[in-house]
Structures are given as C-alpha cells and as structure tokens.
Nanobody, 124 residues
Framework: QVQLVESGGGLVQPGGSLRLSCVAS????????IGWFRQAPGKEREGVSC????????YYKDSVKGRFTISRDNAKNTVYLQMNSLKPEDTAVYYC?????????????????WGQGTQVTVSS
C-alpha cells in the first residue's frame, strides 16, 4: 500500500522558514516523479515545485523561485521542500504527490499518489 506522509508545517512569521518533509512507503521515491502542491482556502490546488525521477530536473512556480528548494534523499525515501522568506500568500495546505511517469511536470492531474497534507500558515 502506497502512503505519503507530509510533516513540517506550522505557523511562521513573514520572512521565516520551514522545511517540509514527505516520507514514502510502499514505493521507492527514486523511481517516481515527485511534486509539492498547495491549496489555499477557496482556491484550486496548484503545483509549487516538482522534481523528475529520470534526470532530477526541477520546476518551480514563478512566485516561489529563489525562495523554495525541492530535494530528495533516496536513501531515506524522503522528499523535502525548503521554504525561505515566507510570505502570507504562501499560506495553504501543502501536499506531496508521486507518479511513476508524469507527462507534464507539476500538473495536478498527472499524479496518482497523494499525501494528506500539512498546513502552512504565514502570519504575524
């Protein structure tokens, strides 16, 4: 049974940092395309940052470029999202997702396996 479990969310002040983790069981993450997505209240789920299994190429949403970094530790079967210089507009539930073969990187519809999400709140 495939399971993705996110952790690391919380309340942080603007300008602060958080590191999200996504631990996988039931699959080997190094063979999967991985993505971090987020959904704010009243908004659609969107791709934030994704990484390819084949060549480790990455994608970042424009609004997080230079602030967020995705990485993977295959030995720990874990993917991370380091988030720096957080802004109130980054507030959302963050999800990790995995798929064996994604046609369009960071497209929500392309990922079959999803975690339950972790809340990130950026507020003073």
């Amino acid at each position: 049974q495939v399971q993705l479990v996110e952790s690391g969310g919380g309340l942080v002040q603007p300008g602060g940092s958080l590191r999200l983790s996504c631990v996988a069981s039931g699959l080997m993450l190094d063979y999967y395309d991985i993505g971090w997505f987020r959904q704010a209240p009243g908004k659609e789920r969107e791709g934030v940052s994704c990484i390819s299994a084949t060549d480790s190429s990455t994608y970042y949403k424009d609004s997080v470029k230079g602030r967020f970094t995705i990485s993977r530790d295959n030995a720990k079967n874990t993917v991370y999202l380091q988030m720096n210089s957080l802004k109130p507009e980054d507030t959302a539930v963050y999800y990790c997702a995995a798929d064996a073969l994604v046609q369009t990187m960071c497209a929500v519809y392309g990922y079959d396996h999803w975690g339950q999400g972790t809340q990130v709140t950026v507020s003073s």
